[in-house]
Nanobody, 127 residues
């Protein structure tokens, strides 16, 4: 069954902020040993890591997106969020949230057979 679910707008205009929410239905965000992550896949390209938040709110962002990214969490709703600021057309992608383990994060090797992933949500940046 679906353990994580993304939600948010399908269309965002250039220069605006993309806001996505991920709900984890299976594991509390206060559980140690997990990394609640955002990953995206642009059309025709591979998976791209965006960032993660841990059980104690430690965050890490991909250096290439760090200046435009913020990840937060709401433990009362068991949700974590992604803000991507000043979006550009190249931010068009399927955005996934995932609950990953240390080995996956340490090796930065991402595929949907490792960890638990949401089904993904298409985000298009266009005017």
């Amino acid at each position: 069954q679906v353990q994580l679910q993304e939600s948010g707008p399908g269309l965002v205009k250039p220069s605006q902020t993309l806001f996505l929410i991920c709900t984890d239905f299976a594991v509390p965000l206060t559980t140690d040993h997990y990394f609640w992550s955002w990953i995206r896949q642009p059309p025709g390209k591979g998976l791209e890591f965006i960032g993660y938040i841990t059980f104690n709110s430690t965050v890490y962002y991909s250096p290439s997106l760090k200046s435009r990214t913020s990840i937060w969490r709401d433990t009362s709703k068991n949700q974590f969020t992604l803000h991507l600021f000043s979006v550009i057309p190249e931010d068009t992608a399927v955005y996934y949230c995932a609950r990953l383990d240390l080995e996956t994060i340490a090796t930065m090797t991402f595929d949907q057979s490792r960890g638990s992933w949401g089904p993904g949500t298409q985000v298009t940046v266009a005017s």
